[in-house]
């Protein structure tokens, strides 16, 4: 970089140097971020002819394919599915056809209605890979490169869990991995869930509860929205908070939280977990875009 003899580029969000069409990586100033991250709202893309990518690269493939439970203790296992170029051909050939024919009903009859709301594009490219959490009844996209599937052991508050995580610190003060991550599961009992009308106190019990199982102690903890969602037509309450601790022998020292709870119509609502330590703060706006790509089952 310093032999091209241009200065070198501000802290920011820029093109996925990798190449990879539709994916940005955060830049520190002197090196880039372990993760790339898709583009959409809350990132503010950047460009500099020091940073731009190298050659186009060709695009992602899933980096898992179906295949058969390994876990006896998880009964169903995440499928994840990537939607293909046929896919997309017909998506856009649809667009057109109802585009010039309907206006807008087709994203009315998609999405619920949105009054008071800000208005908001689509934060992932067409075929992102989905994590399809069939136990829970929700989906959502995976993040890219950096990401794996989930694979450390389950978690107390979902009955199954699926998801996507990658490790910030390989080695904890407690003997344990810290970790960002974005996980799934129907709600296990004890949390008080009975019906819609408990979704508020039910993702307040499930806070209460990760914040005391994952997190080092003692902690102090901000609220920053604790509010109403209706998520692909579901009834579903947002609980997301600022986590902050100054114990010694953790690389962080805070963390941003957001617990999505969703009633699928099944006995068990589903939470959708994510989980950003303070070390990555640049991916803090992914919980927006996560938030927004949900789909019901």
Do not use: C, K
Not at 96 to 115: C, F, H, I, K, Y
Not at 194 to 208: M, R
Not at 229 to 254: K, P, R
């Amino acid at each position: 970089m310093t032999s091209s003899g241009q200065p070198t580029p501000p802290p920011g969000w820029y093109a996925d140097p990798d190449g990879t069409p539709g994916m940005v990586r955060w830049w520190s100033g002197s090196a880039w971020s372990d993760v790339a991250t898709p583009t959409g709202p809350g990132v503010a893309v950047q460009q500099s002819p020091v940073l731009a990518p190298q050659r186009p690269a060709a695009p992602e493939r899933a980096p898992w394919t179906i295949e058969p439970d390994r876990d006896p203790v998880r009964p169903r296992r995440a499928a994840w599915i990537v939607a293909g170029v046929l896919g997309v051909v017909i998506a856009v050939v649809l667009a057109l056809v109802v585009g010039t024919g309907g206006g807008d009903d087709d994203v009315a009859a998609r999405e619920p209605s949105s009054a008071g709301q800000p208005p908001s594009g689509p934060a992932f490219p067409p075929g992102t890979v989905r994590i399809v959490d069939e136990s829970a009844g929700i989906a959502y996209p995976y993040l890219g490169t950096g990401w794996s599937e989930f694979d450390a052991l389950g978690m107390v508050e979902t009955t199954t869990v699926a998801g996507q995580y990658f490790t910030t610190q390989e080695l904890t003060p407690d003997g344990t991995r810290f970790i960002a991550q974005v996980t799934s599961g129907p709600v296990a009992e004890s949390y008080g869930w009975a019906g819609p009308g408990s979704l508020p106190t039910t993702v307040s019990a499930l806070a209460d509860s990760v914040r005391l199982n994952y997190y080092p102690d003692p902690n102090e903890r901000r609220i920053m929205r604790d509010e109403a969602l209706t998520v692909d037509g579901s009834a579903a309450h947002l609980l997301e908070f600022q986590l902050s601790w100054d114990v010694e022998g953790y690389d962080a020292s805070g963390e941003r939280a957001a617990l999505l709870l969703i009633d699928v119509g099944r006995p068990a609502p589903a939470l959708l977990y994510i989980s950003i330590p303070n070390t990555h703060a640049e991916l803090y706006g992914v919980i927006d875009q996560l938030i927004q790509a949900v789909d019901v089952l």
